[in-house]
Every structure is written in structure tokens, then in C-alpha cells.
């Protein structure tokens, strides 16, 4: 069973960046996709960024300039570069692996990231 553990979520005024960190419990190489996704007070979870086996990325129109995805399958990381926050980036944010044969899909725990003056 895979383990994912986010970090470096937290309070950030608007215009400020804050960088996101997934550590997997094993080798990430496998996997047909990462991503990181959000899921705001009384509103569904929604796809961020994401980045598929081979280094395409996708994003939410809403984060397109402002966030990068980036994956070191050396260290089993994914990482999630946030800039420009405005307050209405509040949310969880969560981190997300999945395998599609056979199905597999994983989910961190979350880590909360407020946009606040």
C-alpha cells in the first residue's frame, strides 16, 4: 500500500508563494499519474496540477502561470510551486497517485494552505 505525506502547506498573504512537497512511501516511477488537487469549505475537490509518467503536465485554468508541478523520481517526490496566491487558492490540498492497470488510486492525508492578509 502506498503511502503519500504532504507538507509545507500554511498561511501566506495574497501575492506570496508557498511550495508544496508529496513524499511517496515507495518508488513513484510506476505511476501513471501524480497530482495535486484542493477541495475548498462546501465546494468539490478539483484537479490542480497534474503530471503524467512520462513529464506532461496539465493544469486547472484557474493556477495556469502561477503553479508548477514537478516530479523527482530519485527522491520519490512531487512538488507543487505556488505563486501569485490570491485568497481564493484556500483550500486542503491534497496529493493523489494513480496506477490505470491494474486500478490503483492514493490519496495523502491534506495540508492546509490559507490565503490571509
Known amino acids: 500500500q502506498v503511502q503519500l505525506v504532504e507538507s509545507g502547506g500554511g498561511l501566506v498573504q495574497p501575492g506570496g508563494s508557498l511550495r508544496l512537497s508529496c513524499a511517496a512511501s515507495g518508488s513513484i516511477v510506476s505511476f501513471n499519474k501524480m497530482g495535486w488537487y484542493r477541495q475548498a469549505p462546501d465546494k468539490e475537490r478539483e484537479l490542480v496540477a497534474g503530471?503524467?509518467?512520462?513529464?506532461?503536465?496539465t493544469y486547472a485554468d484557474s493556477v495556469k502561470g502561477r503553479f508548477t508541478i514537478a516530479r523527482d523520481t530519485g527522491e520519490n517526490t512531487v512538488t507543487l510551486q505556488m505563486n501569485s496566491l490570491q485568497p481564493e487558492d484556500t483550500a486542503v490540498y491534497y496529493c493523489?497517485?494513480?496506477?490505470?492497470?491494474?486500478?490503483?488510486?492514493?490519496w495523502g492525508r491534506g495540508t492546509q494552505v490559507t490565503v490571509s492578509s
Open positions: 503530471i503524467f509518467q512520462y513529464g506532461s503536465t
Open positions: 493523489n497517485a494513480e496506477h490505470w492497470f491494474p486500478r490503483g488510486n492514493y
